[in-house]
């Protein structure tokens, strides 16, 4: 069964770096997204991705943070300096349709930790 | 403001014990209502899609159901491998919106 994956599992970065977390989505999907849960919370959208654009963000994603579909598989989501309040799990997500009522399917996962 | 909140925040139950889940919403426009388990740290697995209020699925041991404000799940005699955070989502436009989700613990 297609699934979504993500590298790397778990990232440890100090205060201040990038970092570039990194999905590869379902192959015959055409919507992508990334979300976060910070420990003992919900989770939380960042942004949705489709037709190489971002089609929505919510505050979160302010400009510390961008994504890209380098190439016809991968999927990254790039901290330019990161924080310590932005240490949590993300999870990428991927969807046949985006606009209607379609089912997203979520990966395992990156555990960023910032130091 | 559109929001989802589930109760209750945790729920123990014994292995046979059945019991239901609830995740009330508030939205602007509902274009779809998901469930997903979750596992300690591992990503969302899909459960279920509702569209509509009526409608039902079932899936083994758990069935959903829709109304215009809130979606149950019910687990019918749980095994403890059904321990799990449930979570509920709400999808307005693209994006989900999530609950703060059930954490099930099923004991033999």
């Known amino acids: 069964e297609p699934e979504v994956t993500q590298t790397p599992s778990h990232q440890v970065t100090q205060m201040g770096q990038e970092v570039i977390l990194r999905c590869v989505p379902i192959?015959?999907?055409?919507?992508f997204y990334w979300y976060r849960q910070i420990l003992g919370q919900k989770v939380e959208f960042l942004v949705s991705?489709?037709?190489?654009?971002?089609?929505?963000k919510s505050e979160i994603f302010d400009d510390q943070f961008s994504v890209e579909r380098p190439d016809g598989s991968n999927f990254t989501l790039k901290i330019r300096s990161t924080k310590l309040e932005d240490s949590a799990m993300y999870f990428c997500?991927?969807?046949?349709?985006?606009?209607?009522?379609?089912?997203?399917?979520f990966g395992p996962g990156t555990r960023l930790t910032v130091t | 403001e559109d929001q989802v909140t589930q109760s209750p925040e945790a729920l123990r139950l014994q292995e046979g014990e059945s019991s239901s889940l609830n995740c009330s919403y508030t939205?602007?426009?509902?274009?779809?209502l998901f469930w997903y388990r979750q596992d300690p740290g591992k990503g969302p697995e899909f459960l279920f899609t509702?569209?509509?209020a009526g409608e039902e699925k079932e899936k083994e041991r758990l069935k959903a159901t829709l109304t215009k404000k809130e979606s149950f799940l019910h687990i019918t005699a749980p095994k403890p491998e059904d321990s799990a955070t449930y979570l509920c989502?709400?999808?307005?436009?693209?994006?989900?919106?999530f609950g703060k989700g059930t954490k099930l613990s099923v004991k033999p």
């Open positions: 991705f489709y037709n190489n654009e971002i089609s929505e």
């Open positions: 509702l569209y509509s």
């Open positions: 939205v602007s426009g509902l274009r779809g």
């Open positions: 192959s015959n999907h055409l919507y």
């Open positions: 989502a709400v999808q307005p436009g693209g994006n989900l919106i």
């Open positions: 997500a991927s969807s046949p349709r985006g606009q209607t009522s379609y089912e997203q399917y």
